[in-house]
């Protein structure tokens, strides 16, 4: 029995979806370098195995929301993995500013994946003049 189903075929997007699942595998890559092979400290403290876990299921999160096309799972999942370390990361020099740039790419797919899936849902094209004129009041 599945917990969610994947989105209809028609709106699936094979393209942005491999992208995210590839982004988020890469972070996650990124941060068991981060943990138990870094190349600038030898050892971690404790809470560095939790961060660095914590940041693992975020990634994790954001693997299984690429994969089915749920943008709005994806969005707190950027937000959650940007917010605290993604832009400290990408603030510091070496091979870990990879973190915050991935996590930046992520911000990007889901953004797309946010506009096409709701063009391919098929909101017409008034209401969304409608809105845009009343966010431009």
């Known amino acids: 029995m599945r917990l969610s189903r994947p989105a209809p075929a028609g709106n699936r997007?094979?393209?942005?979806?491999?992208?995210?699942?590839?982004?988020?595998?890469?972070?996650?890559?990124?941060?068991?370098?981060?943990?138990?092979?870094?190349?600038?400290?030898?050892?971690?403290?404790?809470?560095?195995?939790?961060?660095?876990?914590?940041?693992?299921?975020?990634?994790?999160?954001g693997v299984y929301s690429s994969w089915l096309a749920k943008p709005s799972l994806l969005y707190f999942a950027v937000v959650l993995s940007l917010c605290p370390e993604g832009l400290y990361t990408l603030l510091t020099p070496g091979v870990f500013r990879l973190i915050g740039l991935l996590n930046l790419v992520a911000l990007v797919c889901a953004v797309v994946l946010h506009r096409r899936i709701r063009t391919a849902t098929g909101i017409p094209e008034s209401a969304r003049k409608r809105v845009q004129e009343s966010m431009l009041r």
């Open 13 to 61: 997007l094979p393209g942005v979806q491999l992208l995210g699942v590839l982004v988020w595998l890469g972070t996650i890559a990124l941060w068991i370098v981060f943990l138990y092979f870094n190349p600038y400290s030898r050892s971690g403290t404790v809470g560095t195995y939790v961060v660095g876990m914590t940041m693992i299921a975020v990634a994790a999160v």
